[in-house]
């Protein structure tokens, strides 16, 4: 079963940039396939809600809360996917989750998998 990392949380000002990345580690030879990838964040006490997603095709969806000030990048030869995060405000805290949706072999169907969550604090 393969595994999502991710990596470039942390506390920044109102106003600045973070970039979270993401890479399926693991047993990634077994890969069959990767149909999307994405983001989700959550808030203290909230529910986890869906960021961004981009497809293996190239189409990429945003949440309006972070339209014009979020960009979302997928590799899917890598199996790399990142947020830009740009103009970041103090809403914006939260753990933020990656997750793909992929397909293993021995799987008869594609599984969601996730990453463990990395902070993001946005705070002055």
């Known amino acids: 079963q393969v595994q999502l990392v991710e990596s470039g949380g942390g506390l920044v000002q109102p106003g600045g940039s973070l970039r979270l990345s993401c890479v399926v580690t693991g047993n990634t030879g077994n890969i069959v396939g990767i149909s999307v990838m994405g983001w989700y964040r959550q808030a203290p006490g909230e529910e986890r809600d869906l960021v961004a997603t981009v497809t293996d095709g190239g189409n990429r969806n945003y949440v309006n809360a972070v339209k014009g000030r979020f960009t979302i990048s997928g590799d899917y030869a890598k199996n790399t996917v990142s947020l830009q995060m740009n103009d970041l405000k103090a809403e914006d805290t939260a753990v933020y989750y990656c997750?793909?949706?992929?397909?293993?072999?021995?799987?008869?169907?594609?599984?969601?998998?996730w990453g463990q969550g990395t902070l993001v604090t946005v705070s002055s």
């Open positions: 997750y793909a949706v992929v397909l293993e072999g021995g799987d008869n169907s594609y599984q969601t998998r």
